[in-house]
């Protein structure tokens, strides 16, 4: 069935004495707002005898009196209809804009018997007097999870657009951004194919930190010549010194100022022990030789004697034995 712009399947269940017999429309969650119940009331063309024999028999009974027998007013209503109104697929095409189905059997009846069915004899009442597999049943289905789920079902329209209006909004959210995203990946690799070659990678450009302080391009002390005891990350006031001055700014973290302002009492230290004498910081250091000869290599300070303590009253160290 094609209710205007929509296509949506319909199928046939015989299950005499559920809601569920009777013709189904098969309507996704995602397209359930779009759906209106106008056009369903024509249900398919192979019930239409049935529909009208059956819409006979369920209005009031000062008019279905006039229309006795039923069948045979139903046969000649079905004709007529054929006859003077559009096909039933121009129908469904046309969804709201087609003529319902009271408004057509009203002028067939009234043309054929001249019966005037008034506009209160047609409701809800009237179409629950109905069979139930003479009107339609709406299942909402979701094909998005592996195949069709079925949501809900309901031969009331618009209380399932009530029920599941937060699950459509939903449906028609993931909608539109499935459709963007194809939209852009589309777009992209047209780009990529009209500009460089799909796969192609182009340099970037390395990020460095808001307020960091630019990164050297070449491993050269401030003086021009070559450093190698410094990293190529690393700013040229660390060009020189001892390891441990050296490394305080780990590889591949350049320009953390926080972090260097809170390292600097760590660098003073280290340098003022590199400078100070080897004999008064108690260190063992190779000395710098001349190119071809061995390092020398000053002894460590010699280590102050170890303080004796005194003996004390009660204590082991001071106690003597007497003869008794």
């Known amino acids: 069935m094609a209710p205007g712009d929509?296509?949506?399947?319909?199928t046939y269940q015989f299950q005499p004495g559920t809601e569920a017999d009777g013709v189904t429309v098969h309507v996704p969650i995602s397209v359930l707002n779009r759906v209106t119940p106008d056009g369903f009331d024509w249900m398919v063309p192979g019930l239409l005898d049935e529909l009208a024999t059956a819409t006979i028999r369920s209005l009031p009974k000062p008019v279905?009196?006039?229309?006795?027998?039923?069948?045979d007013v139903a046969r000649d209503v079905v004709a007529w209809l054929r006859e003077h109104t559009p096909a039933w697929e121009d129908m469904a095409r046309a969804g709201d804009m087609a003529?319902?189905?009271p408004v057509a059997f009203t002028r067939a009846v009234r043309?054929?018997?001249?019966?005037?069915i008034p506009d209160d004899a047609w409701g809800p009442e009237q179409?629950?007097?109905?069979?139930?597999?003479?009107r339609m049943t709406?299942?909402?289905?979701?094909?998005?999870?592996?195949?069709?789920?079925v949501l809900d079902e309901s031969k009331d329209l618009l209380a399932l657009q009530r029920r599941l209006a937060a699950q459509n909004q939903a449906a028609v959210r993931a909608a539109v951004k499935g459709a963007v995203g194809a939209a852009l990946r589309e777009a992209s690799g047209a780009g990529s194919g009209e500009g460089t070659a799909v796969g192609a990678r182009t340099p970037?450009?390395?990020l460095v930190p808001r307020g960091a302080p630019a990164r050297p391009a070449t491993s050269f002390a401030s003086d021009g010549r070559p450093s190698p005891s410094r990293p190529a990350h690393l700013p040229a006031r660390h060009a020189t010194g001892p390891t441990a001055a050296?490394?305080?700014?780990?590889?591949?973290?350049?320009?953390d100022v926080a972090a260097e302002r809170r390292l600097r009492p760590r660098m003073r230290r280290a340098w003022r022990a590199w400078r100070e004498e080897p004999e008064e910081r108690g260190l063992r250091m190779v000395a710098r030789a001349p190119r071809g000869q061995p390092p020398r290599t000053r002894p460590r300070r010699p280590t102050r004697p170890r303080r004796s303590s005194p003996s004390r009253p009660g204590s082991r160290r001071g106690r003597t034995c007497r003869a008794g």
Do not use: C, K, N
């Open 138 to 149: 709406f299942r909402v289905v979701d094909p998005r999870r592996g195949g069709e789920v």
């Open 246 to 255: 050296r490394h305080l700014r780990r590889p591949g973290r350049p320009g």
């Open 204 to 206: 970037s450009a390395p």
């Open 111 to 116: 043309a054929l018997r001249d019966v005037i």
């Open 99 to 101: 003529e319902p189905f």
């Open 127 to 134: 179409a629950a007097r109905l069979p139930a597999h003479l």
């Open 64 to 71: 279905r009196v006039q229309l006795v027998p039923a069948p």
């Open 6 to 10: 929509l296509t949506l399947p319909l």
